[in-house]
């Protein structure tokens, strides 16, 4: 937990959406529906006679319709295509209708009851585009749904007591509790997967000792279904009993829903505070929202805790802050069109109006405004001191990678007086995770995030990995261009970052390279540079030879350790003769080729090309010598094929040593 005790007023990590949906409030001719499915706010008026208006996630999805007044609308929800409307007025029946481009087809509407005519309809749900599930008192009943036929087909049934229901679209599953068992505390949980339904292991959730002597049963608004780090939990608020009179503080438990054993409990949430609480899952942090002290807990069950071996207990990520105040514009104000000033209202945050839906959907039923909730990055580089710690609940967020790397390029800055021990752990975290989003199972995983249940053994994966390339931008150059930075403090954070890379079997790119050696360069730090070539600090590489070469008008011993550089690599023969010819070291080249490949099918002209422009007979005799003496190897004569087109260098040969010279034996002069 932050080593800060108090809420900081002005700091806020939470805010509600800019722009809100906005919608007609509540009201004796107004009523208002949400699918939590399609995030829709339908506002009903008069029973739909006088208008339907439905408002999704933008303010853009709009669909209006009248519909005939049957009576009082119980529930209402699009399926995810829009392409039908379910409706529920009847207490053992769903009407459908069929939609096209927004507009109710006339003569296209149809009734499905349920299987039981003494059961009575608690929910129903859209699965699919033509998969519904109804759930009743008496259990739960599967229909795919033909809506050319205008017609439903029961696929299955199963047969339980519903006492109250969660239900996620994202995860396909569906729970209930057991009305049967006295504390409803018995669940209950469906996975849905193609036209096929399988019922899961039930399993007991605990309940306080309260709630056993004032039989008091496990309460819907108490539990929440949703997916954290791409596993179903269901998350219970868990109201403690009173000792000596003295309340006990709340606590959420965690149970991980499982395929082949009961859900069990992995997880506590203490929340060092009693009263009412409601819950939003966002970007797989738990966010405890409590109306009477309007602030809400951020938890990150990733982050770690004390675990007992079998249920892990973590305390909030931060002191729980408030949501940054916001405004609306007040009624009745018009736009800077017609020459008015708009005024904006300050809203009351947390009102007791609010209504909370996972996984980030707030609504407010007297205002008319649906927002989405959002997390700010930014304000968490200062309410976390622990740079460690901040950089771990970073790299697991989405869209964190500007707030990773401004992190670290702040911590590399010798001006924030963070220690190398500390950057060199920011380094190794950064890279860890580079490594594990590259790995062959980085990708199967995140494909797998919408099926709800898998092995009950998972990895908590980073969001965003951050490549060498932005560290090398946005890290490494500003802190090597700031004036304030020693050369002394810039090479030791490079080397900290290669060695990061390496000890995670990351390959380093030559632009790091580049960076490190300019470094040292242009601080005249070239003993501590032939070093870290001699004892393999940074890799050999055909690019850090070439660079090296680059440097010899600067510090002539780069061309030796760049030659000694391609020589270890073993491919780069091609690259050190044409290193040596450029030095005329044409003998040494040959040398070099004779113990390397077979110097046969060796091309004599780019030699003796060199050799005649070095002005130097006696080389170009014996370069010419060589050649000779290996074409007597080769065809037994001395003399050059038409295709070599070395015409011109007997020639030369020739106007400095006679022609007798031709073809004469010498003594080996290239050992």
């Known amino acids: ?13 939470l805010e509600l959406s800019s722009t809100p949906i906005r919608f007609h409030p509540v009201s004796q001719v107004n009523s208002v529906f949400f699918d939590e499915s399609n995030k829709h706010v339908f506002t009903v008026r008069s029973g ?22 049957k009576g009082t609308l119980f529930a209402i929800k699009f399926s995810p295509d829009l392409k039908v409307l379910a409706l529920q007025r009847s207490p053992n029946s769903i009407e459908l209708m069929n939609f096209s481009g927004g507009v109710p087809q006339e003569g296209q509407e149809y009734t499905q009851c349920c299987k039981s005519k003494t059961s009575k309809i608690v929910c129903f749900n859209w699965i699919t585009n033509c998969e519904i599930v109804f759930v009743t008192d008496g259990g739960m009943e599967l229909y795919s749904v033909q809506a050319e036929r205008r017609q439903l087909k029961l696929l299955k049934t199963f047969n339980v007591n519903v006492g109250w229901y969660l239900f996620s679209h994202k995860l396909s599953m569906l729970v209930v509790s057991a009305s049967t068992s006295q504390s409803n505390n018995v669940l209950h949980t469906f996975q849905f997967r193609g036209q096929t339904v399988s019922k899961l292991p039930k399993f007991e959730v605990d309940l306080p000792l309260t709630a ?45 829903v499982e395929k082949d054993s009961p859900a069990r409990k992995t997880h ?18 738990i966010i405890i929202h409590q109306q009477a002290v309007k602030t809400s807990a951020l938890f990150d069950i990733a982050l770690g805790g004390s675990n007992d071996g079998y249920v892990t207990t973590h305390t909030p990520v931060l002191t729980p802050q408030s949501i940054r105040p916001f405004t609306l514009p007040s009624s009745g104000s018009t736009s800077l069109l017609s020459g008015d000033v708009i005024t904006n209202t300050q809203c009351e945050s947390y009102s007791s109006m609010w209504l909370i839906f996972q996984p980030d959907i707030v609504i407010d039923a007297r205002l008319g405004c649906m927002w989405r909730l959002t997390l700010l990055l930014e304000p968490f580089a200062l309410l976390i001191p622990i740079k460690s710690t901040l950089i771990d609940f970073l790299l697991l967020r989405s869209d964190a990678k500007p707030a990773v790397l401004s992190v670290c390029r702040q911590a590399v800055m010798p001006s924030t007086k963070v220690s190398l021990d500390v950057v060199a ?21 995140s494909s797998k995030s919408n099926t709800a249940v898998r092995s009950s053994t998972h990895i908590v994966r ?26 002394k403090h810039c090479i030791a954070v490079l080397v900290e970052y290669i060695r990061s890379l390496n000890e995670h079997k990351i390959p380093v ?9 300019n470094t040292l360069v242009h601080n005249n730090c070239f003993y501590q540079l032939h070093q870290f070539l001699q004892y393999h600090v940074l890799t050999d590489s055909k690019q850090l030879a070439c660079l090296l070469l680059s440097l010899e008008g600067v510090y002539p011993p780069a061309c030796q350790l760049a030659l000694d550089m391609l020589k270890r690599l073993t491919t780069a023969n091609d690259e050190i003769v044409e290193v040596l010819l450029s030095k005329h070291q044409i003998l040494a080249a040959l040398k070099f080729l004779r113990s390397t490949i077979n110097i046969e099918s060796l091309s004599a002209r780019k030699f003796l090309e060199c050799s005649m422009v070095c002005d130097d007979p006696t080389l170009f005799y014996t370069v010419f010598k060589f050649f000779e ?41 290239v050992q």
Do not use: W
């Not at 739909?48 to 303010?59: E, F, L, R, S, Y």
């Not at 790119?509 to 050696?517: A, K």
């Open 509 to 517: 790119q030559h632009i790091i390279y580049e960076l490190i050696i």
């Open 425 to 445: 752990g920011i380094f190794d975290k950064i890279d860890n995770h580079f490594q594990q989003g590259m790995s062959p199972t980085s990708d199967s995983a």
């Open 48 to 69: 739909g006679a006088t208008g339907v208006v439905v408002k999704g996630p933008t303010d853009f999805h709009q669909i209006s319709f009248r519909m005939e007044d």
């Open 629 to 669: 003496q290996r074409n007597v190897r080769i065809r037994g004569s001395p003399k050059f094929l038409p295709g070599e087109h070395c015409d011109k260098f007997v020639d030369y040969f020739v106007s400095l040593f006679g022609a007798p010279a031709l073809g004469a034996e010498i003594p080996k002069l």
């Open 268 to 285: 506590i949430l203490k929340l060092n505070t009693i009263g009412r609480f409601s819950i939003n899952i966002i970007d797989n942090l």
């Open 212 to 256: 056993k002597s004032q039989k008091q049963g496990l309460q819907e608004r108490d539990c929440v279904l949703g997916e954290i780090y791409e596993q179903p939990y269901i998350l219970v608020v868990k109201h403690q009993a009173k000792i000596a009179g003295n309340p006990i503080p709340t606590e959420v438990h965690l149970y991980r």
């Open 462 to 487: 980073a969001k965003d990995t951050i490549s060498q390339s932005e560290i090398y931008s946005k890290v490494l150059t500003p802190l090597v261009e700031s004036e304030q930075c020693t050369s």
């Open 1 to 13: 937990m932050s080593s800060s005790d108090t809420p900081n007023d002005d700091v806020h990590y």
